[in-house]
């Protein structure tokens, strides 16, 4: 789930989106020990298998409705938490955002048609830590051009997970992200951006997908970061609805959103909302279901999942 990007003003920072404005006396960035990290794998296993689960749960004439309770039946299984539902009162258990509709959407009684594409935001708490994890699918098929957004969305964030390395700062992540977003004739979203996420789902530092030439903060090994490029095929420009959650594009063209909780290594950037780091006990729960095969959001080759 994003944040709304934060600008610093006058020693506090103030939301782009609402205006509001508070005061911090220091923006700490939380360096996960070796003990949160065993954590945070398994919850963000937990988060990306539900997601899966989720994204092969959607085909044309399903409500976005039936996609959340579906959402929580498998939280439920796996013995966690939304780490969304109640969150600022938010009321869904995932974020469902359909076509021009960004991030943040409310499920409802809507029911998704063919050749619609739809974003799944899936957060968990697991063991004390949040997995935070995010795809856009397509509804039975797409055009040409909503699966080029969907492919540029993907290889953009997989393009600012490379720069998450050990002395690089957050704006090397932004650079890559915008620079494959813009080269792709796509703009990306300014007012929500990427966060550090721990014990809890918005950590320090903010992570936007486009570089405003400000100072950010070097990356250090520990550190834990949910990177999500928000990619729209028009305008960058958006607005929320009076719902107060949902964001859309405000040109009425489609968006698209893909997100990994990523670790800072003293070598390469490691996902911890992989499947492989499904904690053992509950690898044994699964092992006598009827297997099915999912494109891979992340893996190419699609990797199987087991649903009851």
Not at 44 to 66: C, D, W
Not at 201 to 224: C, R, W, Y
Not at 243 to 271: C, Q
């Amino acid at each position: 789930m994003d944040l709304w990007r934060k600008v610093v003003s006058g020693g506090g920072f103030r939301s782009a989106a609402s205006g509001s404005f508070w005061f911090l006396l220091q923006a700490v960035i939380v360096i996960k020990n070796e003990d949160d990290i065993k954590a945070m794998r398994e919850a963000g296993a937990v988060a990306n298998t539900i997601l899966r689960e989720v994204a092969a749960f959607v085909q044309p004439g399903k409500t976005t409705k039936e996609l959340d309770d579906f959402a929580a039946e498998r939280i439920a299984f796996y013995g966690c938490k939304s780490a969304f539902l109640g969150y600022r009162n938010y009321p869904c258990n995932i974020c469902i955002s359909v076509n021009e509709e960004v991030v943040h959407g409310i499920a409802s009684l809507r029911a998704l048609l063919f050749g619609d594409i739809v974003s799944l935001d899936v957060g968990v708490c697991y063991s004390g830590f949040v997995g935070d994890n995010a795809l856009t699918a397509a509804v039975g098929g797409c055009g040409v051009e909503d699966q080029k957004l969907l492919d540029v969305t993907e290889k953009s964030l997989f393009e600012g997970i490379s720069k998450a390395v050990v002395g690089n700062r957050v704006c090397d992540i932004s650079r890559a992200v915008q620079g494959c977003v813009e080269g792709n004739g796509m703009s990306v979203v300014r007012e929500f951006v990427g966060h550090g996420v721990g014990r809890s789902v918005h950590e320090e530092p903010q992570i936007p997908n486009f570089f405003d030439g400000g100072k950010s903060p070097k990356l250090k090994a520990g550190m834990t970061l949910a990177i999500e490029p928000m990619v729209n095929l028009g305008s960058a420009q958006v607005e929320v609805l009076s719902d107060g959650w949902t964001v859309l594009t405000r040109d009425g063209r489609r968006s698209a959103h893909f997100e990994h909780t990523i670790l800072v290594t003293d070598g390469e950037p490691k996902l911890l909302t992989c499947p492989e780091n499904m904690p053992s006990a509950l690898k044994a729960r699964l092992s006598s279901w009827c297997p099915i095969i999912v494109a891979g959001f992340g893996c190419r080759t699609g990797i199987t999942l087991w649903l009851t």
